[in-house]
C-alpha cells in the first residue's frame, strides 16, 4: 500500500480504558467480550489474547480493532490515530 493512504476501514473499534463516572472496568471487559467474542484475559492489568502466532496484549489506553476479515488487532493509540486518522 502506498505511504500516502490510510488502512482501510474496520468493521469496529473500541478502546481499552476505562475510569471516572462513565466507564467502569467492568464495563469495558463486557465492551472488550462483546468485540473479540470471548471473555478476555486479564493479565497483570492487560488483556491477553491468543492468536496463531502466539499472544498479543493490550495495555489501558490501546485500541482493539475488529478488521473487515474478523481479525483482532491490538493498536497503540498513537498508531491507531495514525493509521486511521481520527
Do not use: C
Not at 476501514?9 to 464495563?27: K, N, P, T, V
Not at 489474547?49 to 482493539?64: E, H, P, V
Amino acid at each position: 500500500m502506498p505511504p500516502h493512504l490510510k488502512e482501510p476501514a474496520f468493521q469496529e473499534a473500541i478502546r481499552y480504558e476505562w475510569g471516572g463516572d462513565e466507564l467502569s472496568f467492568e464495563r469495558t471487559q463486557r465492551n472488550v467480550r462483546k468485540l473479540i467474542g470471548r471473555t478476555p484475559r486479564i493479565v497483570g492489568g492487560m488483556l491477553e489474547m491468543a492468536t496463531d502466532l502466539g499472544f498479543i496484549y493490550a495495555a489501558k489506553g490501546d485500541w482493539i480493532v475488529k478488521s473487515n476479515s474478523g481479525e483482532i488487532v491490538f493498536y497503540k493509540d498513537e498508531t491507531f490515530r495514525r493509521l486511521f486518522d481520527i
